[in-house]
């Protein structure tokens, strides 16, 4: 590492503009349930401990500042009150809000505390920069459901919303659940953080549609008096976002575009790939167009940077990074290497290191690396002992197997970690695991590995993994968080609302049904035809007259009370009404709690 561990310009940056925060900082829901409590991270005040990696150690106390900031003039962030910022733009009439936090209560207590400061000044706006969940999901705690004020976002916005958190939504939460650690312990032993930004909520999320779209590269829109010119950046760090400038300010934001770590081109949650190609392409656009002419940028995470300069040497190193990573990995993969070889011996350039904003605190090199392997050639390596091989149980109890059985499989596991090499140790100790999973010193032995494995990481998320994976091994249970999707519901279109029914069908089980529905959604003056044939729910708008089994007349309202809660008082329902409760019961429920470490 060549990063000047005696630089303290981010210390300063990060404290630049305090004004308040709240105390004792904890934030609880109607139910009287913490959603978010900082004050745990105060751990992070004293030396750091042999079991946190130095690097890491210095973001988190960097992350674990909370409070109501002001930016420059006009323009505050309130940060340290979800694992993004929410910044607040004052207009002539009164705010817009950009990226309203992960939930309700987090966004309605950042809200008042610029309230308190700032006054009593009405939200005009809100501007979701890209459909992450923790750029909207707090949209109800500044504003109404029925608001009629502007909620701006890119174009396609709805669609990656409902990609990313609605039809993957479990698996992605449970997984969320490992690389986020919410119920791990803070402090030394615990989590650190997530190398983004301290921690998730885990409050009440939301939805409302967006009704202005950006779609192109130097739209212009005034809300509120405020003139903003927005910056298109399909591909990047999600497949919808946007940065804009406010030239009368001369400050840029830049989403989550450029923050101060290395970000992900694959999440460990799961997504789809991001593209570090044009991602570094439209760093230098930004550069370009706007970066020469703005005193401060600041972004959905982390603190701001002041000065002209500053910031185009920042978002040049942001830029190099991305780029870097792409074409490096390439040439090896052009030269035969495979992503897990790349990964190994690509290193960033001595110019890139030194800059603490470019290390892999929620990101990392060498699962980025991987990832762009995935996007271009993806999981299939080429070797085609590779083409066919066994799942994890069944590869486990085979390995088991030739080395000799449980006890000699975790001997020889144990004699790795005793040599240091805790990586091939934890791959065997897993398998052993995998073979044999009630077995006590496999399982101690897996998770002492893992644990020994995340207090060496520099990177947050990595270290949430491992010491999660301990976790369960150590206790056999799962203890998943309270936040879910269902919030984003009612911002769904119909056709959002079908395809989370029918990704639930059960297609074995349906084979031998056929079935036909007419929707007709008069408030919406439109009208859906479903069929279930082949085991597949096939829906899609039509204005056709087909025959159907059951046709359904009905309001976009108990459309909803319908599929979320099975009201069928209210709709009309003419024909066979018993199939819909044929579709029901070929609907399989997801598992929130589906094994990870542990088959």
Avoid at 409 to 421: C, F, L, P, S
Avoid at 537 to 549: F, G, R, V, W
């Amino acid at each position: 590492m060549t990063a000047d561990f005696s630089d303290r310009t981010d210390f300063d940056n990060a404290d630049r503009g305090f004004l308040a925060t709240i105390e004792p900082m904890s934030i609880t829901g109607g139910d009287g349930r913490v959603v978010l409590e900082m004050d745990a991270w105060s751990f992070l005040d004293a030396e750091r401990p042999p079991t946190a990696n130095a690097s890491l150690w210095r973001q988190s106390q960097l992350n674990s500042r909370h409070g109501l900031y002001e930016v420059t003039e006009g323009i505050y962030q309130v940060r340290g009150f979800d694992l993004s910022n929410m910044t607040l733009i004052e207009g002539e009439r009164g705010i817009i809000v950009i990226d309203p936090l992960v939930s309700r209560e987090t966004a309605a207590a950042a809200l008042a505390l610029y309230r308190s400061h700032r006054g009593e000044r009405e939200v005009t706006a809100v501007i979701y920069t890209h459909p992450h969940i923790d750029h909207f999901g707090g949209v109800l705690g500044v504003v109404d459901a029925d608001t009629d004020v502007p909620i701006v976002a890119p174009e396609h916005f709805l669609d990656h919303a409902v990609s990313e958190n609605v039809y993957a939504g479990t698996a992605m939460l449970r997984r969320g659940f490992y690389y986020g650690a919410p119920t791990l312990e803070k402090g030394p032993t615990g989590t650190l953080g997530m190398g983004l930004g301290a921690s998730v909520s885990t409050g009440t999320v939301d939805l409302i549609a967006p009704t202005v779209i950006i779609s192109h590269t130097g739209q212009e829109e005034v809300l509120d008096g405020v003139r903003m010119v927005f910056q298109n950046t399909p591909g990047t760090e999600c497949p919808a976002e946007f940065n804009f400038f406010l030239p009368d300010k001369r400050a840029l934001c830049m989403a989550e575009n450029a923050t101060h770590n290395l970000h992900n081109l694959l999440t460990l949650r799961g997504a789809q790939v991001r593209d570090p190609r044009i991602w570094s392409r439209y760093l230098s656009e930004a550069i370009e167009r706007f970066a020469v002419n703005a005193d401060v940028a600041f972004a959905s995470h982390h603190w701001p940077t002041w000065g002209t300069d500053n910031i185009v040497t920042y978002l040049s190193e942001q830029r190099d990074l991305y780029a870097y990573l792409h074409d490096q990995t390439l040439r090896l993969i052009n030269a035969g290497y495979v992503g897990s070889e790349i990964a190994e011996v690509l290193e960033l350039p001595p110019g890139l290191d030194k800059a603490w904003h470019t290390h892999g605190y929620y990101g990392s090199a060498s699962h980025n690396i991987k990832a762009i392997y995935q996007r271009y050639l993806g999981w299939y390596d080429g070797n085609p002992a590779h083409l066919w091989q066994h799942p994890p149980e069944e590869a486990a109890s085979r390995y088991v197997e030739v080395i000799g059985g449980v006890d000699a499989t975790v001997a020889k596991a144990r004699g790795y970690a005793d040599a240091g090499d805790l990586r091939f140790a934890a791959e065997l100790a897993s398998h052993a695991v995998f073979a044999a999973p009630d077995n006590a010193p496999a399982r101690d032995l897996l998770a002492s590995v893992l644990e020994r494995l995340g207090y060496g990481s520099e990177n947050a998320t990595w270290r949430n993994c491992f010491l999660t994976g301990a976790s369960e091994l150590r206790t056999g249970k799962v203890v998943h968080t309270e936040l879910t999707s269902a919030g984003l519901a009612p911002a769904l279109t119909t056709t959002q609302l079908f395809d989370s029914v029918a990704i639930r069908i059960n297609g074995p089980k349906a084979w031998g049904e056929s079935l036909s529905i007419n929707w007709v959604l008069t408030d919406e003056g439109q009208r859906y035809r479903m069929e279930l044939s082949n085991g597949v729910l096939i829906h899609y708008p039509s204005d056709l007259e087909h025959t159907a089994d059951l046709t359904v007349t009905l309001t976009r309202p108990q459309l909803m009370a319908l599929l979320m809660a099975g009201v069928t008082d209210g709709p009309h329902l003419d024909g066979d009404a018993g199939v819909l409760a044929t579709i029901v019961g070929l609907t399989d429920a997801p598992n929130p709690d589906f094994a990870v470490v542990e088959p």
